[in-house]
């Protein structure tokens, strides 16, 4: 199992992620775009989550072959980055998002599929692998945080192409897993969706990523605005991801003792008391440090739950359609809505008012989760 190889990706991917959401929000302001065309924006830059996972996807489980489609779309992602450089309004800017994005975001669910391909029958290890985004993304916060406060904003893309760039060489390092066989044996894509439990389980996951699209669109942008310094905001993005890292030391003892039914609705559950910390308190560095402990759980054990779930549910020939829906719906189309809905409230209604829908959006996730995603789904494959 080339477990550094798969590691090296991860990290190079989450650490773009790592200068892009922090960053981005606060890059876009300084080029003079107001709130209402920050979440437009920001709303573009995980709305190609929606149809291009889907598009991959679907060429994916036809072939049964994965990293040639993730080497393609890496390389044109870096490409087509290109163009936010000479970009300076609000349509070419959006045009550029679209192009980078759309290529961006249609490698990770295959590369997710080819993780656990390789991983076989010890998904639980996935953890290991995943924390080493988390290690990128902590580095690239806290380094890029520190050298803007002296730095003009316009590093920040500069940061990101160089870490596309970095993406891409480590998915020529990265094997290909085997071709998924059994074909015959699996259930249709259509007869799954069809499920309560799953269907529950994909709008837990719109309504929870829909709730952190308002946080990476507008968590740096608050924290400026009640006197954080760029060096610290930086600072409790790291911490955020430094809990999420130390979760996942753990996560696979969480998913055997407690199953991920259970590791999904406590999950839900402290994100919703996270956002209205976030919307009425973090002027309170004790408060602000609290509620960044917290993506420990809004995230970490959100996510590695939710991948376990996406991996047991879509079997066979649907698990490259199965990993792109659960990244369209939720990081695709739940981030999207998230932003979007940010930029409609953030100047008219405040943090407090913009947080709280995101914590009402939790809280919905929390109900489906507790009240249709069932018990006998949930149990995680032991090693």
Known sequence: MPYWRLSGYYFFYFAALGALVPFWGPYLQSKGFDALAIG???????????????????????????????RFASMVSAVTFLGVFPADDFWTIAAAMVL???????????????TFNHLGHRPAGYALIRLWGSVGF?????????QLESAPMSVVPIWVLILFVGIWLSTLTVPDSAPVTGEHATPSLRSILARPDVMAFLAACFLMQASHGIYYAFYSIHLAAVGYSTSAIGALWALGV???VLV????????????????????????????LLIGAFVATPAVAIFAQLMHAATFGTFHAAAIHLVHQ?????????GQALYNSLSFGAGGALGSLIGGLLWSAEGAGVTFGIASGAAALGLLAAWRWVDRPATKVARR
Do not use: C
């Not at 580095?139 to 945080?145: F, H, K, Q, R, S």
């Open 40 to 70: 437009q924006l920001m709303a573009i830059l995980v709305g190609t989550k929606i149809v291009a996972p889907m598009l991959w996807g679907h060429i994916v489980d036809i072939t049964g072959r994965r990293m040639p489609i993730v």
């Open 100 to 114: 980078f994005s759309f290529f961006w975001n249609a490698s990770l669910p295959q590369m997710e599929a080819v």
């Open 138 to 146: 902590i580095l690239v916060v806290a380094i890029l945080g520190v």
């Open 242 to 244: 430094i809990a999420e």
């Open 248 to 275: 996942f030391l753990v996560m696979r003892n969480l998913l055997e003792r407690f199953g991920a039914r259970r590791v999904l609705i406590w999950s839900l559950a402290i994100a919703v008391v996270r956002w």
């Open 313 to 321: 549910y879509f079997r066979g020939r649907t698990q490259g359609r």
